[in-house]
């Protein structure tokens, strides 16, 4: 991961030194009066934000889905440049926001996607000699212990879930990415950490 | 606190994007951005600030919003500046006039309608990117900015002649009505068929789209005389100031709808405008648009596609 945002910073330096800092301190009011004028700074806007939302839609949908959704989120965006408010809230939450609702037209697909990880059946290993081993043995056991809790929690719990540990979205920034309050924000974070709990001390306990 | 999910969430991960669907994605946003140019050109947008709806609305027509987005055009003069001490005419037989002139304009012709703009933001004086557009007849149209790596180059898209984001066709435009309450009750039906636009927003699109007709599209002299009536028949009409080019007009419409305007009655001419009005809780604003050049041309600039 921090390979990725070590390119991302070395594209966007790219030609315009500046263009990063510019993107990575956009304030809100600069960016809906500068980009009426000048909507070509919209790239500015891509180039800083495409590899967070791309990784936050690979793990829900996978890359193949990210391909495309995480480029049209950017077209979405750009349509909607007149929406978007900027006394209510930043670019980031209001980009996540887009790409969720995306993501949500593939619903199916990402519990598909959910389902093909929760078969996966590690592998015992041949030797536990490192910690290391055990370390990608536990994962290798919980990916699809988490993938099926995941898939089992409601729609606007796992957004929540999702935009917190894969967005790493504030409490605040999710409840303006998804138009709920901070309070929804938390309860439903409280309800969908019981449940994965639940399910994975479930599984692991049933083997 | 948090953190203990997204550890379990990072067995999720996926690798990051290539550099190649990196580069194919910007290609695409670049494609959108610059393919709607004549937008640039139209409506209103909607920069939109959510203000306190009560006590805006109630000030609608009357105050002049503080230090918000206000167009000033040009040397305009403070209601309560005497008036120069010269003859004066009023703003309503000001527009009268124009309307006059108008008509009386020869219908000239050409192979293109050749608009040139220059939008200038309500924060600044100064005339920022400028848009060219050659209509034809046939509703094929060419654009160029001065936008940097900009040439002249077809645009891609419906066809027509266009009104705001609606595209008309030139026998269309041949055809409006020429009296102004008819007119009037035209530009209504234009922005009533528009997608959403809220009807507390529609006498200020309604404005707009009669002031397109004074330049965006060539109209026939007594279809831009009625534009001119029906303008003229809004609730008040201020004369404020001579300036370069013609006369500084602020017309503000029962709704609260403030248009500033500069004109020049012996040509017609509508040499710049903007346009500001409050919907229900949300001031619209329209930049002012400088209106550098409106006239049939017969040729297109060297490199055209």
């Known amino acids: ?207 | 606190m948090d953190d203990d999910l997204r550890a379990l969430i990072a067995l999720l991960a996926k690798p990051g994007p290539s550099d190649d669907t990196v580069d194919r994605g910007r290609r695409r946003l670049q494609r959108a951005i610059r393919e709607p140019v004549r937008r640039r050109m139209v409506r209103p947008r909607w920069s939109g600030w959510l203000a306190a709806a009560a006590g805006l609305a109630a000030a609608a027509a009357a105050v002049t919003v503080a230090s918000g987005p206000v167009a000033t055009v040009g040397t305009r003069s403070m209601p309560g500046n005497p008036p120069p001490a010269a003859i004066r005419l009023s703003g309503r037989q000001i527009l009268l006039a124009a309307a006059t002139s108008a008509a009386h304009r020869p219908a000239a012709s050409g192979t293109y309608w050749y608009v040139k703009t220059a939008e200038i933001p309500w924060h600044s004086n100064h005339a920022e990117q400028s848009d060219e557009i050659w209509t034809r007849r046939d509703g094929r149209s060419w654009t160029r900015s001065d936008a940097p790596g900009q040439g002249v180059r077809e645009v891609r898209g419906p066809r027509g002649f266009f009104i705001d984001d609606t595209t008309i066709t030139f026998r269309q435009i041949q055809r409006l009505p020429n009296g102004p309450a008819a007119l009037d009750r035209w530009a209504v039906g234009m922005v009533r068929h528009e997608p959403g636009v809220p009807r507390s927003a529609e006498d200020i699109f309604v404005s707009d789209t009669l002031m397109a007709l004074l330049y965006q599209v060539p109209a026939p002299p007594n279809v831009r005389a009625a534009a001119f009536r029906a303008l003229a028949s809004l609730r008040y009409v201020k004369s404020l100031s001579p300036v370069r080019g013609g006369q500084d007009l602020l017309i503000v419409s029962s709704s609260g709808v403030r248009i500033n305007l500069v004109v020049n009655p012996a040509t017609s001419r509508l040499v710049r405008y903007s346009a500001y009005g409050i919907g229900r809780g949300v001031i619209i604003h329209k930049d002012s648009v400088l209106i550098v050049a409106a006239a049939w041309t017969n040729r297109l600039p060297k490199g055209a596609g």
């Open chain 1, 1 to 207: 991961m921090r390979a990725d945002h070590a390119r991302a910073g070395r594209r966007a330096h790219d030609g315009n030194e500046d263009v990063t800092s510019y993107a990575g301190d956009l304030v809100s009011e600069e960016f809906a009066a500068g980009i009426g004028r000048h909507p070509e700074l919209f790239t500015a806007i891509y180039d800083r934000y495409f590899h967070d939302i791309y990784r936050y839609i690979a793990a829900r949908l996978g890359n193949q889905a990210a391909d495309d959704i995480a480029a049209e989120t950017f077209l979405v965006a750009f349509g909607q440049r007149d929406r978007f408010d900027p006394g209510r809230g930043n670019l980031r939450p209001w980009l996540f926001g887009i790409a969720t609702n995306l993501a949500a037209r593939h619903r199916r697909e990402e519990a598909r996607r959910y389902a093909a990880l929760a078969r996966q059946r590690p592998e015992p290993p041949a030797e536990w000699v490192h910690d290391r081993v055990v370390d990608a043995v536990t994962a290798e056991r919980l990916r699809p212990l988490l993938a099926k809790a995941l898939a089992a929690l409601p729609q606007g719990e796992r957004d929540v879930v999702l935009l917190v540990a894969l967005g790493q979205l504030s409490h605040a920034e999710v409840a303006e990415a998804l138009g709920i309050s901070a309070g929804t924000v938390g309860s439903r974070l409280s309800r969908a950490r019981k449940r994965m709990r639940d399910a994975i001390e479930q599984e692991a306990v049933n083997g």
